[in-house]
């Protein structure tokens, strides 16, 4: 009795993964449903139809079956990227809400990215995230500064719609459109997605209504319980965190929800309140093991403009071990003279080093040195500003799974 209900309870979460669909620019290949939570969707090697896309005035589309998601948008400049460390970030995540095809502005001049030039080859890498998992499709593109986008082709949000010239400003919240993709008919389209999710959901409906018919209260809570032991959970070491660590507190913002990985961001408001407040720097990137581990965190040679000595700024580490994303935030006041205390050590796994030591910077990130650098941190139960040297500095986390880990 109790088999069968965890049976339908496994595929009642399985049909309740929605999705999206890329639409333009046109992806690798038509969507597969199953791959979709892979790199590109599962396709590992550029197309050689690439999609002309224009440097300035451009943007991407796609189709949600999200109620409420999030999505951000990396570059590739290699010939054919092959892995998540082949692209770097060029639009910060932001949140939206709704089902149905949505457009956002992609200009890509006005990004981060550095060196682009007409006729070259890229790829762009969208990662949308409904709650259940992030999703990844590619487009690959040569990139045109004389190219336009057809007026036949209109660039829809929701229940509005634009097409031609329109334009917005960059989605920092996920707002307006601009531009129009030069066609949608290769992948899947939004008709066909419609149908799919009908689909969906009326299997949905029926597998719900034989689940609440034969589940157990017993089985829910032993499913609750064993999901709870299964969390892991991380700690920010250094730069100290806002405050101390609260667990249950941690899938909320500084410490709300948004990969397996790990990634900073910055913000220069003197008292930044929500994740719009903040830009990625150190783009995410992957690891393993538990215990302490510590990355470099040199400011002046990530994409963060304008920093100098004395000034007030937060950064935010986000850490996914597979089951959520949890934030922490730390804050600073900026040194351009500041070192890291002799008895601050860096520690990474079973090695360590202590503040003079160098280290490569993790996959993923800028090519940055962990020497003699950073900050001195007060006591654990100030609530005033870290000091963080400039020109050079480390993170340090520990990670470890739920009444395993010591907190250092």
Same mark, same amino acid.
């Given at each position: ?7 339908v ?18 992806? @690798?290949g038509? %969507? ?27 943007? #991407?589309s ?38 149905g ?10 990004t ?36 336009? $986008? ?57 597998? &719900? ?5 034969n589940?157990?209260? %017993?089985?829910? &809570? ?15 070491? #250094?730069?100290?965190? @806002? ?6 507190s ?7 929800? @948004? ?6 961001? $910055? ?17 995410? %990137? ?8 510590? #990355? ?30 949890? %934030? ?5 006041? &900026?040194?351009?003279?500041?070192? $890291? ?13 202590s ?38 500095? #480390?993170?340090?986390? $520990? ?10």
């Open positions: 009795m109790l088999a069968f209900p965890a049976l309870f496994a595929s009642l979460l399985a049909l309740v993964n929605a999705h999206f669909q890329l639409q333009f620019p046109l992806p @690798r038509p %969507f597969v449903m199953d791959s979709e939570p892979n790199f590109c969707d599962g396709y590992t090697n550029a197309v050689s139809n690439r999609t002309i896309f224009p440097l300035t005035g451009g943007f #991407f796609l189709n949600s079956e999200h109620t409420s998601w999030t999505a951000g948008v990396a570059i590739s400049t290699i010939q054919d990227p092959t892995s998540f460390n082949d692209f770097a970030q060029i639009v910060p995540f932001f949140k939206d809400s709704g089902e095809l949505f457009c956002f502005p992609l200009d890509l001049l006005s981060n990215a550095t060196g682009l030039t007409s006729g070259e080859n890229v790829t762009i890498q969208i990662t949308f995230d409904g709650g259940d998992g992030e999703l990844f499709q590619c487009a690959d593109l040569t990139l045109s500064s004389t190219a336009t $986008i057809p007026s036949n082709v209109s660039c829809t949000n929701g229940t509005s719609s634009a097409s031609g010239s329109a334009t917005s400003t960059a989605p920092a919240g996920a707002s307006a459109t601009s531009g129009s993709p030069a066609n949608t008919t290769s992948g899947s389209s939004a008709g066909a997605a419609t149908t799919s999710d009908l689909c969906v959901r009326l299997t949905y409906e029926l597998l &719900l209504l034989l689940f609440i018919y589940m157990l209260a %017993f089985t829910v &809570l032993v499913f609750a319980s064993f999901l709870a032991l299964v969390n892991a959970h991380f700690q920010l070491q #250094f730069p100290l965190p @806002r405050g101390p660590f609260v667990m249950d941690e899938p909320t913002f500084c410490g709300a929800p @948004r990969c397996v990985c790990t990634g900073v961001a $910055i913000s220069t408001i003197q008292n930044p309140t929500s994740f719009n407040d903040f830009a990625q720097i150190v783009p995410f %990137f992957k690891d393993s093991g538990e215990g302490l581990f510590c #990355f470099p965190l040199d400011l002046l040679s990530t994409n963060a403009t304008g920093l100098t000595s004395g000034e007030n700024v937060t950064i935010q580490i986000t850490f996914d071990g597979g089951d959520g994303e949890l %934030f922490q935030c730390a804050d600073l006041t &900026l040194s351009s003279t500041a070192t $890291i205390p002799a008895n601050v050590s860096c520690t990474n796994g079973t090695a360590s080093a503040s003079t030591a160098t280290s490569t910077a993790p996959a993923g990130t800028a090519s940055v040195s962990k020497t003699s650098g950073s900050g001195s941190p007060a006591s654990t139960s100030s609530s005033t500003a870290s000091g963080l040297h400039v020109d050079g500095g #480390f993170v340090a986390l $520990i990670f470890g799974l739920l009444g395993v880990a010591a907190v250092l």
